[in-house]
């Protein structure tokens, strides 16, 4: 059972907007803002997509945003394309004893 | 760009050890002050954070696995390894080295390996 909770799937459609949430607790997502989120492909090593919540590497499309309200953070992809079908990890800092937390993934279905 | 390269025994006895390496290139592991990480994914499953080890050689783990694993780091081959002892079934997983995370630059993990799997079998 992973520390922080994610949707097991969404879907939209071509051009749609959705959103994967990702709910932690007081002790991780709720007190820090260190949040990031990761795509991965099958077969492929995840790629980091968004940082400390709201901040996009260079490269990664503006087509992906992120946010966080109390214990829980979010990611938003717009204009959804058909190359956005993958997993997504968000991962938290926890604290100086647990350090590291991932979310179980949400694997996202471009119709 | 830094490049991450996992290697390894792709099969395991149970309980016997687990050893990996990741080989670091386009930059010294020592130049600049990063954490490196483990990570591993079991087949069709989510990510599961093993440890990180900074340059200078501290440590943290996962407490779930902490009794288990250790790190190290050897900067004269720019590489990292990590140790998982008296596997099981359960640890059989594609394993991760990537850089971070540090809180000092946001607390990610940047730069991954392609990822090197690992069963746990007789």
């Known amino acids: ?111 | 760009q830094v490049q991450l390269q996992e290697s390894g025994p792709g099969l395991v006895e149970p309980s016997q050890t687990l050893s990996l390496t990741c080989t670091v290139s386009g930059g010294s592991i020592s130049s600049g002050s990063f954490y490196w990480s483990w990570i591993r994914q079991p087949a069709g499953k989510g990510l599961e954070w093993i440890g990180r080890i900074y340059t200078s050689g501290s440590t943290n783990y996962n407490p779930s696995l902490k009794s288990r694993v250790t790190i190290s780091v050897d900067t004269s081959k720019n590489q990292l390894s990590l140790n998982v002892n008296s596997v099981t079934a359960a640890d059989t997983a594609v394993y991760y080295c990537a850089r971070g995370p540090d809180r000092r630059d946001g607390f990610f993990l940047g730069s991954w390996g392609q990822g090197t799997l690992v069963t746990v079998s007789s």
């Open chain 1, 1 to 111: 059972q992973s520390a922080l909770t994610q949707p097991a799937s969404v879907s939209g459609s071509l051009g749609q907007s959705i959103t994967i949430s990702c709910s932690g607790t007081s002790s991780d997502v709720g007190s820090y803002n260190f949040v990031s989120w990761y795509q991965q492909y099958p077969g492929k090593a995840p790629k980091l997509m968004i940082y400390e919540g709201t901040k996009r590497p260079s490269g990664v499309s503006n087509r992906f945003s992120g946010s966080k309200s109390g214990n829980t953070a979010s990611l938003t992809i717009s204009g959804l394309q058909a190359e956005d079908e993958a997993d997504y990890y968000c991962c938290s800092y926890a604290g100086s004893s647990t350090f590291v937390v991932f979310g179980g993934g949400t694997k996202l279905t471009v119709l």
